[in-house]
T-cell receptor
Framework: AQKVTQAQTEISVVEKEDVTLDCVYE???????LFWYKQPPSGELVFLIR??????QNEISGRYSWNFQKSTSSFNFTITASQVVDSAVYFC?????????????FGDGTTLTVKP | DVKVTQSSRYLVKRTGEKVFLECVQD?????MFWYRQDPGLGLRLIYF???????EKGDIPEGYSVSREKKERFSLILESASTNQTSMYLC?????????????FGPGTRLTVL
């Protein structure tokens, strides 16, 4: 069965600090997809990034970067020079290609607070 | 842009009432989902649908049913609301029933059952 663990329930940083959100997953499928979503205080989850299991290249988008390591079953998310607008709940999710295609399992989320 | 709308942002109902939560998406997506979100429990899947009139149970379907009569609309029904169904309900959609598709979420309905 697929499982996603976000061990950090809450993180608080001061603006301009770097912060890493951890995500560890479990799956028996060889083909799967990992996602990160952001839920700002307004409530609507927004898709940030997708990674497939065959592509371990790290990705950078502005202040955001993602580190995918199959050896440790992790897909961590780093925000560089954090800003108050980064305050949100962040969810990591996993979808397996082999079963119930299109259904994702979400982690419990990490609440990030960035203080000015 | 894909838009997923939910009929109410806030709803207050009494125990035993039948409750309908409506969700509409405007981008011809095949897949639609209903989740509930509770503090410390993340998002838990209640039901999903990959086609009109098709539905599949998620992880916590007990006490809920769904209806998908039209492709763009997916309704969540609480047959007899109970206080333990007080929660935030999120609707989502994705293009097709494939693992690589990201989901698009609505703003959520915060339901309180008294």
């Amino acid at each position: 069965a697929q499982k996603v663990t976000q061990a950090q329930t809450e993180i608080s940083v001061v603006e301009k600090e770097d912060v890493t959100l951890d995500c560890v997953y479990e799956t028996r499928d060889t083909t799967y997809y990992l996602f990160w979503y952001k839920q700002p205080p307004s409530g609507e989850l927004v898709f940030l990034i997708r990674r497939n299991s065959f592509d371990e290249q790290n990705e950078i988008s502005g202040r955001y970067s993602w580190n995918f390591q199959k050896s440790t079953s992790s897909f961590n998310f780093t925000i560089t020079a954090s800003q108050v607008v980064d305050s949100a709940v962040y969810f990591c999710a996993l979808s397996e290609a082999g079963t119930n295609a299109g259904k994702s399992t979400f982690g419990d989320g990490t609440t990030l607070t960035v203080k000015p | 842009d894909v838009k997923v709308t939910q009929s109410s942002r806030y709803l207050v109902k009494r125990t035993g009432e039948k409750v309908f939560l409506e969700c509409v998406q405007d981008m011809d997506h095949e897949n639609m989902f209903w989740y509930r979100q509770d503090p410390g429990l993340g998002l838990r899947l209640i039901y999903f649908s990959y086609d009109v009139k098709m539905k599949e149970k998620g992880d916590i379907p007990e006490g809920y049913s769904v209806s998908r009569e039209k492709k763009e609309r997916f309704s969540l029904i609480l047959e007899s609301a109970s206080t333990n169904q007080t929660s935030m309900y999120l609707c989502a959609s994705s293009l097709v029933a494939a693992a690589y598709n990201e989901q698009f979420f609505g703003p959520g309905t915060r339901l309180t059952v008294l």
